[in-house]
């Protein structure tokens, strides 16, 4: 499995953007990037996924690095509803996937 | 439709007891996989079931098992329980076992072993 990196936590502002990186330099060609985030007491929950191109869904934005060594999550106006544990997973597919530590948002009012 | 349930939310066991963990996937799905997720920690995947069989695990030893049935809903348990074993146990569901879109997880059991 590719090592990521991302940071223990971040702070934003209520109605502002956030921009959540992370860092996958090992992933392997067919890996998809795969986000998931994590609201206190509840499970997992599917942000978004992409292979090369950036993508867009209603919760949020995949900007992927040309290399694809890089990745950046993008919350268009972040809500107190925002707050929660990111989970970046590169995989190959769904099947098993390796959750690391994530990026712990806090979003102020 | 119905989203992922899982039973019991809560329980209590002692050390060397045996536990049965239950979980109804969404309707449609045909996979399962158990996750286990440590306080502070994110989800280790534990292993997953494909219509029924056994299709990947992950670094867990043999008293963890599980079943799927035909319905595709699905169980975990867990034999000679140790304290380690204290725990959040997420189920998730898809469409198929090689999927590589989104994973639907129920809000898990959370298992106390003293």
């Known amino acids: 499995d590719a090592k990521t990196t991302q940071p223990n936590s971040m702070e934003s502002n209520e109605e502002e953007p956030v921009h959540l990186p992370c860092n996958h330099s090992?992933?392997?060609?067919?890996?998809?990037i795969h986000w998931y985030r994590q609201l206190p007491s509840q499970g997992p929950e599917y942000v978004i996924h992409?292979?090369?191109s950036n993508v867009n869904n209603r919760m949020a934005s995949l900007a992927i690095a040309e290399d694809r060594k890089s990745s950046t999550l993008i919350l268009h106006r972040a809500t107190l509803r925002d707050a929660a544990v990111y989970y970046c997973i590169p995989s190959g597919s769904a099947r098993q996937l390796t959750f690391g530590s994530g990026t712990q948002l806090t979003v102020l009012p | 439709e119905t989203g992922v349930t899982q039973s019991p939310t809560h329980l209590i066991k002692t050390r060397g007891q045996q536990v049965t963990l239950r979980c109804s996937s969404q309707?449609?799905?045909?996979?399962v996989s158990w996750y286990q997720q440590a306080l502070g920690q994110g989800p280790q995947f534990i292993f997953q079931?494909?219509?029924?069989?056994?299709?990947g695990r992950g670094n867990f030893p043999p008293r963890f098992s599980g079943l799927q049935f035909p319905n595709y809903s699905s169980e975990l348990n867990v034999n000679a329980l140790e304290l380690d074993d204290s725990a959040l146990y997420l189920c998730?569901?898809?469409?198929?076992?090689?999927?590589?879109?989104?994973?639907?997880f129920g809000e898990g059991s959370r298992l106390t072993v003293l």
């Open positions: 309707s449609g799905h045909n996979t």
């Open positions: 992409g292979l090369t």
């Open positions: 090992t992933i392997s060609g067919t890996d998809y």
């Open positions: 998730a569901s898809s469409w198929t076992s090689g999927f590589t879109g989104e994973l639907f």
């Open positions: 079931y494909y219509r029924e069989e056994e299709n």
